[in-house]
């Protein structure tokens, strides 16, 4: 085939520095973030480069809002939903209570919790995290307790919970008549204290990966190894792993003795507890755990042995 001039033009290789390709997509995509200078995100933006050589994007805007990520301050639709979704769960396994829609007062409130016939909790979860949308927050939920209080003689708690960053004037006009003002992750340590746990746990033995001198809980540093996945023979890293688990699975690990199984799920349990995404993570030794029948006791006991004697019950 005979190529034309244009033709030979568009052929041409050109050159894109990874940073500037990536500002040149959030100023035509209209969001702001960041990325992880890392191999996985370097090749993605070298395999968007390489589609840009023969899809150039658009110079006009796009009105396609990037799931998941943030845009003028505020989380998108869809993350939003999981976010609303989150704060309903650790809710629920707070009170042990299905939150509920209700109207109370002539409003309506999309997370309820009945926990008696005189007592209710009300969480308002809000992405709109302007100190003017809080402070209307904190009056509708004033005004529902009282409603409540004075008609049905029925207490109220009331909390609401921001998307974004919570600032001393929330918390003070909250503090002003008795509403707990929060971010995602105070909310999820009032139910239970990951960082707390974290720390503890990380100090504690794991299954067997101790100091074969000492005895004591291994610290040497980690060894990257790949584990072989039965199903498909596809060999995975901890870091795979631990998004397996995230997404649900269940997995067992199997090898050996002196394999690294126990190794491995340290890894992951520091992983995953580092990451902003696992709000509730627990690493039992169930070997620990004999005799007892039930999942509220295996987790009872190990809270308790972990230090944790409050949020075990």
């Given at each position: 085939m005979?190529?034309?001039r ?7 290789p ?13 100023r035509?995509?209209g969001a702001h973030?960041r990325?992880?200078?890392t191999?996985?995100?370097f090749l993605?933006f070298?395999t968007i480069a390489?589609?840009?050589q023969?899809?150039?994007?658009s ?5 396609i809002?990037?799931a998941?990520r ?6 998108t639709?869809?993350s ?11 809710a ?13 007062s ?5 997370c ?8 209710l909790?009300?969480?308002e979860?809000t ?10 927050d904190?009056?509708r939920?004033?005004?529902a307790?009282t409603a409540c209080f004075?008609?049905?003689?029925i207490?109220v708690?009331?909390f609401?919970?921001?998307?974004g ?7 003070s ?5 008795k ?7 105070a909310f999820q340590?009032f139910?239970?204290d ?7 746990r990380?100090?504690?033995?794991f ?8 005895g004591?809980p291994?610290t040497a540093?980690?060894?990257?190894v ?5 199903r498909?023979?596809?060999?995975m ?6 998004r ?18 126990s ?6 349990f ?6 902003s ?10 070997r620990r755990?004999w005799?007892?029948t ?6 009872r ?6 230090g944790?004697?409050e949020?075990?019950?």
């Open positions: 005979r190529l034309t244009d033709k030979a033009k568009a052929c041409q050109r050159f894109f520095d990874v940073y500037e390709l990536y500002r040149l997509l959030c035509q995509r973030d990325y992880d200078k191999a996985e995100p993605g070298i390489a589609i840009k023969w899809l150039p994007l110079t006009k805007p796009s009105t809002s990037l998941g943030k845009r003028g301050g505020h989380v639709d869809i939003w939903q999981k976010f609303e979704a989150d704060i309903r769960e650790v629920r396994l707070k009170w042990g209570v299905e939150p509920q829609q209700k109207v109370i002539g409003v309506k409130f999309d309820v919790l009945e926990l008696s016939w005189d007592h909790v009300i969480v979860i992405k709109n995290n302007t100190l003017d949308k809080v402070r209307g904190i009056n939920l004033a005004l307790r004075t008609q049905e003689n207490y708690e009331a609401i919970v921001l998307s960053i919570v600032t001393a004037a929330m918390l006009a909250g503090e002003a008549v509403v707990k003002v929060s971010d995602r992750g340590r139910l239970f990951h960082k707390q746990y974290a720390a503890t990380r100090a504690l033995q299954g067997s990966a101790v100091d074969p001198i000492t004591r291994d540093s980690y060894v990257p790949l584990y072989s996945r039965t498909d023979a596809r060999r890293n901890v870091t795979e792993i631990g397996l688990l995230t997404a649900g699975h269940s997995i067992i690990l199997t090898g050996e003795y002196g394999a690294g199984k190794r491995c799920v340290k890894e992951i520091d992983i995953l507890a580092a990451s995404e696992t709000p509730l993570l627990l690493s039992i030794d169930l755990s005799g007892l039930s999942g509220a006791e295996i987790v006991r190990h809270l308790e042995e972990v944790m004697v949020q075990a019950h």
